[in-house]
């Protein structure tokens, strides 16, 4: 793989560009451009491969529900978050309250904003300042920081999540403040990233926890499991089931427009592009990510496919 095959990737998705819109139910994320497309390839012993708006910082928005996840787990262990939330694709949108309005269920997976909502009060005695610096350590990028129009835009438009925060409250999986839960939610999504941020994330996961420069462990080896486990089954919301299919890759998508996706034992990709499709997912980022899955073979099934050996030469 060469920046001349990046290039090539983001062209054949540029077209796909005008097949969504901007994200606009967060006002501040409707200022971004559509046409706009970045890629970030970083494989865990090669050098970073880039195209086209690489460094366009945009706020990571979902995503940041991978790293709520890992930091839930590593600090409070797997009963803990899976009592809050179950490990199933859930097939609906990504603020969906149906289903879990039923007085038995609790929401599907912490990928969902119910799911991540309800994971997040787990964070709150680690707090806004060590999240940030964990979130820069784990993508090797010192300048992230919150973007203060995206938090202000979505604090005040928050009233669905309000309303699943309240609802997990009446559950028992808020116990204590749904406002403080939900400011540090809403904080962390408008944390602003770059497809090279989240390529070097990537890069962590693909690698069993271990930045790769610095030979550091930063995730315990069955967090990442889980939390890959989790991206492929249910980390771009309901298309996580097709996406499984056409591209194969352990992602997570936000609706600002970047994706995250892990080549496991290889490299991360971050790809940014705010023209969202339906379900909220980047639309010419996810061509591009089956473009480079299937040229490069990179679909974690066609590794594992025993291929039919080469008859021996006589
Ligand atoms: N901050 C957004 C929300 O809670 C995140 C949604 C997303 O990226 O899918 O609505």
Not at 89 to 94: D, I, K, Q, R
Not at 172 to 184: R, W
Not at 267 to 290: C, F, H, R, W
Request: glycine residues 10%.
């Amino acid at each position: 793989m060469d920046e001349i095959f990046l290039q090539q990737a983001l062209e054949f998705g540029q077209p796909y560009t005008g097949k969504g819109t901007v994200a606009s139910y967060i006002p501040e994320l409707s200022k971004a451009d559509g046409r706009e497309l970045g890629i970030s390839v970083r494989p865990i012993d090669g050098p970073q491969l880039r195209c086209g708006y690489w460094q366009r910082r945009f706020t990571i928005q979902s995503i940041s529900k991978v790293i709520n996840l890992a930091m839930a787990l590593e600090h409070f262990g797997f009963d803990a978050v899976f009592h809050k939330t179950k490990m199933e694709p859930s097939g609906a949108s990504f603020n969906s309250m149906s289903r879990i309005s039923d007085s038995e269920e609790i929401p599907f997976n912490p990928l969902v904003n119910s799911g991540a909502i309800a994971v997040v009060e787990l964070l709150l005695p680690i707090g806004l300042k060590e999240m940030l610096s964990t979130v820069r350590g784990l993508c090797s990028d010192k300048d992230i920081i919150m973007d203060e129009e995206v938090f202000q835009s979505e604090w005040s438009h928050s009233a669905r999540n309000r309303s699943l925060g309240y609802l997990l409250q009446s559950k028992g999986l808020i116990e204590g403040s749904v406002d403080d839960t939900l400011l540090l939610y809403t904080q962390l999504c408008s944390l602003s990233v770059t497809a090279d941020s989240l390529a070097n994330l990537g890069q962590v996961l693909a690698n069993g926890g271990i930045c790769p420069q610095s030979g550091r462990r930063l995730l315990k080896e069955e967090v990442v499991r889980t939390v890959l486990t989790m991206m492929l089954t249910c980390g771009m919301y309901d298309g996580s089931g097709e996406f499984a299919v056409r591209v194969g890759l352990p992602s997570k998508s936000g609706v600002g427009g970047g994706i995250l996706s892990v080549v496991p034992g290889e490299m991360g990709i971050g790809v940014y592009g705010p023209s969202l499709d339906s379900k909220g997912n980047s639309a010419a980022g996810q061509k591009i990510l089956e473009y480079i899955s299937r040229t490069e073979k990179l679909h974690i099934m066609d590794r594992l496919i025993r291929h039919e050996a080469p008859a021996a030469q006589i």
